[in-house]
Structure formats: C-alpha cells, structure tokens
C-alpha cells in the first residue's frame, strides 16, 4: 500500500499519509503529497484540500536519515511551494507532533487545524541545522520576528494556544474529530479568496528583540554554529527582501550547516540516544515487571535527587533514612528544589504538594517491603553495602528489583550478597540527579533480562537516557574520566596549572574542567580522611579542609558569591609537589593539554568497547553527553576521535608514552572508524 492515499469526502479531497512511526518527510512521501495535490488541483470537483496524517503524530519532519545522500525529488522545499501555489484552500489537519519539515509543509498549507494536545515546532537546530524548507521565512512573517526566534533557534515546540495566539494556527478541533473538523473547516473556506499565503506576507524587523535574544542565550550557544544561522535566516526575513530572497539564504545557510561536522555530531548522537535503548540479546518484546512503588535508601543529595525524578513521573517513593534529622533535612532539600523550580516557573506551582504528596519518608528498611524497586544510594563503601543488600534480600517482596547506584563499585560483588543475584542491577545516576540525563545500567553477570529491560523503559519514563555499561571499575563514564583525571594531575606536577587546564576544557566546550569539577562535587570525594597522610595534591588540599566549592577553597578560592579565583596557596601546594618528585617545570602547551586529557579517554573507550563492557561506539558517546555535558556538538569522544583522525590520535598517544590500546590501533592502521 502506498503511504500517501487519497479520498473523496464530497467536494473535499482528503489526502492522508500513513508512514509509522513518526510520518516522517522521506522520498515516497513527498512524491505521495505531490500526486494527492496534483489530484485535487485537476478536478473541478474538488473544492479544498486537507491534509492529515494516521498514526500517532502530523509529520515530524524531514526524514533524517535521507540526509547526507542525494534528494529525491520533489525536493520538501518544492513540494511546499506547490501546496502554497494550490488555486484551491488546503488544510493542514494536526494531531501530534507537526515538527521540522512537518510544521513547514503546514505552514505552506491555507489554513492549519490542530487538536488542543498538538505541539508545533522547527527542532532543526537541535540537529545542527535550520528550518530548511521555508520556516525561517514563514514563521515571522506569520508569527512575528521574536517568536520566530525562540522557535528556529532554541527549538523547543510550543503548545497549540501559544501557537494560535501568534497566527500559526487557525482554529482548534477537537481532540478526537480532527477530520470531520478540519472536512468541515475546508468546506467554510473553500470559496474563500485571495487564499492566505504565509510567503506573501510582511515581516516586520525587530532589532531590539533580536539582540535581547542573542544575549539572554549567549551561555545556551556558546560553541554551537547553527543558532546563529537561524537567527541570521529569520533577520533576513524581516529585512525588506524578497521571499524568494530569504529562501535563497536560508538554503545556502542549510547547505553549510548540513554539509558541516557540528550537524553530522548531532544527528549521530540523535540515533545514538535511541540506539542505546536498544540491547542485542534482550527482545524488544520482553515482558517488563511492573514498578508502582520505588524505594529509595539513603536522603542525601544522590538519594534526595533520585527520588525526585520518579516523584516527578508520578510514581510513589519511600525513602528511607538513619535518623530522623537527616531524613527531614533530605525531604526538605526536596521539596525547596521543586519550590524553586516552581518559582522559575518550570512546574506549575500545585505540582511541588503533588510529587511530595507521593513520598513516604521512613526510619525502618521494613517499609520498603512493598516496593517493586529498591535503589541503594548509601555510603560508597563494599562492606556496606554488601550488608545492605543482604538485608534487602530478606526484607524485598519477590520479584523486586535491587538496585545499587554505585558509581564504581563491583555489581556482581554486591549482588553475591544475596540469593537473588538475578533481581540486582546498577542504576547508576549523575550529579545532580534530579538534573543530570544520563542513567548508567550496570549489567551484572546475572542480571536478568527482564529486569534489564525494566530498567531501561523505567529509565525513558522518568526522563532519562538510559546507557547498559557492563561491570569494571567505574562503568563507562567514571572509568573514562578517571583516565583524565590523571593526566590532568601529571600535568599540574610538569608545570602547567589548574586555570589553564580547565580553560582548555572549557574552549573545547565542556561546562567546566576537572578541577572545577572537582571543586564542584568535593574534593574530599573518595578521600582517605587522614589528615597526616599526604601523598598527592589531592590529599594535601584535603588535609587543609580546602574541599572545594562548598568550603569557600579549593583547587580555586572562591569569593561569597561563589566566583572562583586561582588560588597562591594551591599553587604552592602543586610547586612543593613538583619540586619533591624531581620533574622539571616547562610551558605546556594547549595542544598537549587536549593530547594528554581527552586522546586517553578514547584509547580507554577502545578497550572498554573491545572487553564489551560498551555495546556500541555510539553508548560511549551518549554516556559523555548526557552525563558529563561532552559538547554535543563534537559528537561524543568516539565521534570526535573519528573527526580528528584515529591515526593521529595514535601518535599523540604515542608521543606522550601511553599503550595504544589495541582496538584503537587496529582501526587506525586500517583506516577505520568508530561505527
Ligand atoms: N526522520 C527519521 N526517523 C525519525 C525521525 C525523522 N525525522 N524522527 C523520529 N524518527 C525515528 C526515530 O529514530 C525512532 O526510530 P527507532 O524506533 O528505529 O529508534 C522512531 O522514529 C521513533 O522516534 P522516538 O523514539 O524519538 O519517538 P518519540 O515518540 O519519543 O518522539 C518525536 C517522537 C518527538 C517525533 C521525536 O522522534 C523527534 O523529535 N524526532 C525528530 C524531529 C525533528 O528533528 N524534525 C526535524 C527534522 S529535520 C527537518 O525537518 C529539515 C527540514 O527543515 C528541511
């Protein structure tokens, strides 16, 4: 059957496209979309034209994976000036998600019906690339230059009131008769002419709007080059061109966005995000557990932030502390967080009594006996939590699931604890839980599949993007950062300092660098806590109580605002250690900064792929992104080592003494990539 098929509903023309699972804009679609409008144009029967979409959404854009091989015709823009040029009303009917390509054809379309629940948008951006077919010139001429902004430049979609109170939407249906309303709709203004033609409008310039933008978002772009690219597309709009003017621009300012690295990045890590759902030995189909009830032990800031994400998906929490005050003391924490976000106007302000309304704080491990879930957030501690789960073991319904939210810790160790090795996994969460979207499963040796796939679905319901690591120490990320943690202190032994190792992580477009990261999590983290046991900067630092931002002074010095400045006292530190272990101090360059930090964490992601411990190139990707704010514009370390050059990540290796792992060897003397 074809996806594009055509009815008759009297003197309307009805032309539906069915193309699970998003009716995404590929090839037969278009040329579907072509012929139906064709059809309509030809017979004098027909008197309007709608368009609609089975399944679960409108169109959601341009098929992504046609990108990068040559177009089919008709090309989205042309198709879309066809629709536009149609001498008969066409109608856009709405349900879903009318994203990308999919808002542009609608925007090409007369008239545009949607149900309440719809949402609008040109997530392009998010892709590395623009609205490429029309919606940088459509949308503010129709909507205005301001919102046109927020829609092509930080891509959110916005909701259908938003989106008829600006124009772009003509009238709302309702929820479960699109088509008889938008049949009825077409028939109301099928004699209606001239027909509205988004193309043929004014856009009014808006300088002030336009420069209030770029600097609100300056942090959100910063290293990206497609918000500029849109904003320059929606100014051109508006800057007393032709349309056929702006198209021209726009279309060049895709080519260049499409044809270069940061747009390849992105659409890689929008696959791999998906891709890393998905686990080879374990069915699509498999039967998941039901989780109604999650236990949470510990009410600290991991235990604290964990539960809040499942508070938030409105499943019920019990959380479970030692003593009362720090039981208190966690819940209050949580619900200051969800006041906050309130105030900022993120949640609706009932939402803050909902989710707490859905926590039962607790003394006794005994009242997690009806829980379906239990994660274990406590001390980072093997006998601990060995005795924990023991105690879990004899207290846990059957078919509970226990899991630890060790960040390195073995799994299989943990679950040994127990006799139901089968029900133990890791989640393992990033600071600040609450935040952060990465959710590292750690599959056990035993780990049922099932439980498995609970966890990854559980995952994608709270939000998160769930990645299987296997058991080593550290999983993926940790045992990638630890690798860069070292060099980075070799380094600071050799002479170059904190500031500067940091900026360069910073210009390469990290949030911060590891010794603002270390100030940030605290850099007594895993410390000894022997003051008179000195045997690293770390440990020095940590015996003067300079444990990082919360104590005002740590690798930098902070002020009372919190605004870091490079510290004398650190640098003495780093010089009495340089000086004791004998290493001549020298200019480090930038560029061995970057050799020495990230080219190890791409040889340790090659052994980590080689031992299995990674499913796939892409998850090692998704785990730095999601995790640790890799910029996504550089596609993950796997992605980037592949636009640097295997080989020349080999040699700077090389050059600076490391054992090339042999994975990365091997793709490299083959000419290979990361796949
Ligand atoms: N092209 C090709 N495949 C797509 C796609 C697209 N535009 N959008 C989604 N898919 C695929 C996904 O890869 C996934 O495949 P899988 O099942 O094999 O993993 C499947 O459709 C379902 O997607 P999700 O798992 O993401 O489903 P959700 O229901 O969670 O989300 C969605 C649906 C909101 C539509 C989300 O998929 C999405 O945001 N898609 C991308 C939208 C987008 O960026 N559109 C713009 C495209 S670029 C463009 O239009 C250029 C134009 O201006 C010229």
Redesign the pocket.
Known sequence: MSVITTERQGDVLVITSDNP??N?LGAAVRQGLEAGIKEGVADPSIKAMVITCAGR?FF??????EFGKPMQEPG?PTLIEMIEAADKPVVAAIHG?A???GC?VALGCHYRIAVPSAKIGT??V??G?L???G?TQRIPRIAGVKLALEMTAKGDPIPVKVAQAAGLIDRLAGEDSLLADAIAFAREVADTRPLPIASQKTATPDPDAVAAFKKENARRFRGFDAPAANIACVEKAADGSSFAEGIAFERQEFMKLMMGVQSAAQRHIF?AE?QAAKIDDVPADTKLRDIKRVGVIGAGTMGGGISMNFLSAGIPVTIVEMQQDALDRGTGVMRKNYEGSAAKGRIKPEAVDQAMGLLTPTLSLDDLADCDLIIEAVYENMDVKKELFGKLDAIAKPGAILASNTSYLNVDEIASATKRPEDVVGMHFFSPANVMKLLEVVRGAKTAKDVLATVMALGKKIRKVPVVSGVCPGFIGNRMLSQRQIAANEMLMQGATPQQIDKVHVDFGMPMGPFQMSDLAGVDIGWHRDPTRIESIRDALAAEGRWGQKKNAGFYDYDEKRQPSPSPRVAEIIEEFRAKSGNEKRDISDEEIVERTLYPMVNEGAKILAEGMAQRASDIDVVWIYGYGWPVYRGGPMFWANTEGLSKIVAGLEKHGYEVAPLLKEKAEKGERFA
């Open positions: 699972p998003v995404a959404t959601a854009g341009a098929d992504i994976t989205l998600t994203l990308g390509g542009e997530p392009e998010k892709l690339l609205p490429g077919a919606g696959f998906r």
